[in-house]
């Protein structure tokens, strides 16, 4: 991306002999107007705009196709190297939400999602999923949609398995001179490896922290998340508690119910059990049909949250949309379906 850290800004400005004051200028017409295009910055002189046009580009990635309905936008997109993810834009009321791909493909193989088969090609520069985010800004412009003001890290992939690049996003999704999204902001969700949580709680951000559980004991975890071999639930539990105590941050526990999986009054009692005097939110998700994959969504789904709120805790149900367009939880791959 054009201008993307300190370091690539101070030699344009040296490789031009620009003033830093001319090229925070057109930073700010690429992450604040998010114009795409040098020849759209007003203020610039025609001889710059023509400098920059010939040799720079704003972003390195490109939007190959884009899928409407549901009230959300699912958009293509792809890299130098010929790479493809999804990434999503999600509307509401006031404002848009970017869901964002952190890895081309994925390792963790969860058996209820589109990308689990499809295992793992490679992980995003931090500067690549920046790339997304700035497609979606981008696009929520032109779209006249509401501006992009949260971003949820719940695309393609698993974000601690891509640690530094993710953590390197949020420093420049946060930056007043980029994007500047408030950390509050900002939802990474995992599948709880334990070591980056802890390494992450170290970082003090303010962001939610989110860990798919989606199963309340070990037995059932280890049949639908196969990655949940290595990292047993109490100490994932264990290591959201530190998290919290270090950043002062509530942790969000999602729970994607299945027809008959992890559904039954049983499975609530337990989860009530794991997660007791935890300071937790549970975060109740539908399951969205993905071809090729035969668990079939919960019907239980009102009990099974009354249930978690009788035992004390704070259960709520995500409103899940992008189903019409594949592109709700679960239902993203690394390219659009045929
Ligand atoms: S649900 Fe997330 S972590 Fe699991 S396979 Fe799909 S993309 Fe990977």
Partial sequence: MFAYDTRRFQKIATDL???????AQVRH?????????????SNLSSGLRDILASKYYVTNSHVVAAKTGDGSVKLLIQYPDGAKIETVIMGYRDWS????????GCAMGCTFCATGPMGLERSLTSEEIAEQLWHCCHYAKVNSLKPIRNIVLMGIGEPLAN????VGFIGKA????????GQRRITLSTVGLVSQILELAQLKLGITLAVSLHAPNDKLRNQIMPI????PLQEIVAACRKYTEVTGRRVTYEYLLLEGINDQGSHASELAGLLRGENCLVNLITFNQV????????????????RL?????????????GQEIDAACGQLRKGFPE
């Fill in 17 to 23: 002999d620009l003033p830093a004051f001319r090229l």
């Fill in 29 to 41: 017409w690429i992450y604040k107007s998010f114009t795409g295009d040098f020849y759209e910055m």
């Fill in 97 to 104: 939400s970017a869901c964002l791909s952190t890895q081309v």
């Fill in 163 to 166: 640690y530094h690049n993710v």
């Fill in 174 to 181: 946060n930056a007043p001179e980029l994007f500047g999204i």
């Fill in 228 to 231: 949940s071999c290595k990292y």
């Fill in 291 to 306: 071809p090729g994959v035969s668990f079939r969504p919960s019907t239980n789904v009102g009990s099974f949250q009354r």
């Fill in 309 to 321: 709120a009788q035992a004390g805790l704070n259960a709520t149900l995500r409103r899940s949309i």
